[in-house]
Structure formats: structure tokens, C-alpha cells
T-cell receptor, first 114, second 111 residues
Framework: KAGVTQTPRYLIKTRGQQVTLSCSPISGHRSVSWYQQTPGQGLQFLFEYFSETQRNKGNFPGRFSGRQFSNSRSEMNVSTLELGDSALYLC?????????????FGPGTRLTVL | QQQVKQSPQSLIVQKGGISIINCAYENTAFDYFPWYQQFPGKGPALLIAIRPDVSEKKEGRFTISFNKSAKQFSLHIMDSQPGDSATYFCAATGNTDKLIFGTGTRLQVFP
């Protein structure tokens, strides 16, 4: 069974630009969560989608948004990029929502903002 | 109240030794406590998880000890191996997929 895939794996953008990251969950998984990982702040929850609906949202500004499609694939968008948005963005999928279901992480997208 | 505090930040252990990583939480609504292992260039992978109705869970060389009254839990890696060298994260959640992660422990196991 294929794991969680994220594209692109690496991305370089400049301040003020916007970026879209993509995540394909494990086949059959309906919940997708996004996390930001930085050396300073560690792993922080961005948002979670289940059946195309956002179920939870972390403490990030409105520049960070996401969506989920009917095939459970998800995208996250960051507008007006800032230097501090440089991070590894991780996507995780689980079979169902509700906390007790194992979340499988993808390899991440490394975003560098110059 | 949403924080999970993790220590130590880094740990150096000799091959065959025991590695111990500790975490503490405040939110009593948390009811699922997973540990993740992350290798460089990879996403975190679930290692072992526990729910607060048990005080200990063992899977192979990995054991979680859970103290509900103290709101603390720890990961013990027995017979540590160089292949265990990675960053370990504890996490907690309360019936959602929103994982609150600890700050991570970089483990180095030397032969």
C-alpha cells in the first residue's frame, strides 16, 4: 500500500509570493492533517480535514488555508509568504477522525522563503 | 494548558543501554498519548501509543510508562541500538486528530 505522498518535496519562494502544497493520503484514508515543523517551534498543528470539511484549526494566521477534495486529497495554501514561513510542512492521514486512529505522515515539503 | 513538555532535549547512550525520555502534560482532557520517531529527511512515524486506562505498554524493546495522577509519561528504549538514533517526539490528543507534540529529543546511540 502506498504511503502518504506530498508534492513538491522542495520549494523555494520569495517574500510576498504564495504557495500551494499538495498531499495524497493513503488509499481509503479520509482524514488529512497538516503540521508545520521548524527548529524553533517544533511540530505545530495547522488544520485537519475530514470528508472535505475542516474539523480543527491551529493557531496560525489566515494566510494559511487548506482544502480537501472528494477523493480525500488535500492542498494547503500560504499567501503573502514571510521569511518565518520557512519550514517543513508535513501532511498526515488517518483512516477516520477522532484521535485514536494512527496518523501516517508523509515525507514533507521543505519550503524556503527568501 | 495545551502544552506537552518533553525532556531531555538530547540524549547520548551507549549501545545496549537504556534510553529514557520523559513528557508531562497539563490538559486532563488528553486521552491518547503516542510516541513518534523521526529520521532525518523523513516524516515522523508512530512508534507506540498508550491510553490512560493502562499504566504501561510494551512493544518489543519500547515501553511507555504512564502516570495519570502525575500527568506524566515516558518512553523507555531497552538495549538501545545505533539504528535507534533519531529524534523522538511525544504527543497528546483528546479525541481529535489534533496532535500536540513535545519539543523532541535527539537520541544518539554510540557503538
Amino acid at each position: 500500500k502506498a504511503g502518504v505522498t506530498q508534492t513538491p518535496r522542495y520549494l523555494i519562494k520569495t517574500r510576498g509570493q504564495q504557495v500551494t502544497l499538495s498531499c495524497s493520503p493513503i488509499s481509503g484514508h479520509r482524514s488529512v492533517s497538516w503540521y508545520q515543523q521548524t527548529p524553533g517551534q517544533g511540530l505545530q498543528f495547522l488544520f485537519e480535514y475530514f470528508s472535505e470539511t475542516q474539523r480543527n484549526k491551529g493557531n496560525f494566521p489566515g494566510r494559511f488555508s487548506g482544502r480537501q477534495f472528494s477523493n480525500s486529497r488535500s492542498e494547503m495554501n500560504v499567501s503573502t509568504l514571510e521569511l518565518g514561513d520557512s519550514a517543513l510542512y508535513l501532511c498526515a492521514s488517518s483512516l477516520l477522525t477522532g484521535g485514536f486512529h494512527e496518523q501516517f505522515f508523509g515525507p514533507g515539503t521543505r519550503l524556503t522563503v527568501l | 494548558q495545551q502544552q506537552v513538555k518533553q525532556s531531555p532535549q538530547s540524549l547520548i547512550v551507549q549501545k545496549g543501554g537504556i534510553s529514557i525520555i520523559n513528557c508531562a502534560y497539563e490538559n486532563t482532557a488528553f486521552d491518547y498519548f503516542p510516541w513518534y520517531q523521526q529520521f532525518p529527511g523523513k516524516g515522523p512515524a508512530l512508534l507506540i501509543a498508550i491510553r490512560p486506562d493502562v499504566s504501561e505498554k510494551k512493544e518489543g524493546r519500547f515501553t511507555i510508562s504512564f502516570n495519570k495522577s502525575a500527568k506524566q509519561f515516558s518512553l523507555h528504549i531497552m538495549d538501545s541500538q545505533p539504528g535507534d538514533s533519531a529524534t523522538y517526539f511525544c504527543a497528546a490528543t483528546g479525541n481529535t486528530d489534533k496532535l500536540i507534540f513535545g519539543t523532541g529529543t535527539r537520541l544518539q546511540v554510540f557503538p
